[in-house]
């Protein structure tokens, strides 16, 4: 029963470079989400999905796209990166959308350090 | 603007004794909160939860509490155990919205 599997889990970028993250859940969630947690700051929203083919903007969108083509899966690119970006990234999904309070469930983590 | 705050950064406590971690929120549209366990190099994992129309929720050994007239509420842990120290977040949401906002967290410590 794996749960959120997110890949990789550490990744050392140079500024400017593009990197994808990957998020895939083995639940049938139709929630998913990505969180940033930064020192001190608790976990900040980026990007949320209700279902396949629905994408809405978090508390932190800047800098970051997603797409959700499936179920399974749904990945977090930066496009270029920057310090500002360094991070640990939190993919979560829920069974159905967290409007009624529906608790997530979270992967491990991806820890990105932009130099 | 922090609408979910958890104002003490870390809490110490004694084996078999009560944990109570606050929280305080300044949205009044909130009607789910959530509390989160996170234990380090892992993801956070759901502890229990409580809507607007419930003052407690009761699960096992942990109790949330909520004030609505105060905008507050409390994680209570008892009997603690050691296995019980880690960081421990807050978080809240508007029902009908997909937004989840968490507090900065709770670093706790229980020492045998």
């Known amino acids: 029963n794996a749960g959120v599997t997110q890949t990789p889990k550490f990744q050392v970028l140079k500024t400017g470079q593009s990197m994808t993250l990957q998020c895939a859940q083995d639940m049938n969630h139709e929630y998913m989400s990505w969180y940033r947690q930064d020192p001190g700051m608790g976990l900040r929203l980026i990007h949320y999905s209700v279902g396949a083919g629905i994408t809405d903007q978090g508390e932190v969108p800047n800098g970051y796209n997603v797409s959700r083509s499936t179920t399974e899966d749904f990945p977090l690119r930066l496009l270029s990166a920057a310090p500002s970006q360094t991070s640990v990234y939190f993919c979560a999904s829920s069974y159905s959308g967290i409007g009624e309070g529906q608790p997530q469930h979270f992967g491990d983590g991806t820890r990105l350090s932009i130099l | 603007d922090q609408q979910v705050k958890q104002n003490s950064p870390s809490l110490s406590v004694q084996e078999g004794r009560i944990s109570i971690l606050n929280c305080d929120y300044t949205?009044?549209?909130?009607?789910?909160f959530l509390w989160y366990k996170k234990y380090p190099a892992e993801g956070p994992t759901f502890l229990i939860s409580?809507?607007?129309?419930?003052d407690k929720n009761e699960d096992g050994r942990f109790t949330v509490f909520l004030n609505k007239s105060a905008k507050h509420l409390s994680l209570h842990i008892v009997p603690s155990q050691p296995g019980d120290s880690a960081v421990y977040f807050c978080?809240?949401?508007?029902?009908?919205?997909?937004?989840?906002?968490f507090g900065k967290g709770m670093k706790l410590t229980v020492n045998p």
């Open positions: 949205n009044s549209m909130f009607d789910y």
């Open positions: 978080a809240a949401s508007e029902g009908g919205s997909e937004k989840l906002v």
């Open positions: 409580i809507s607007s129309i419930k």
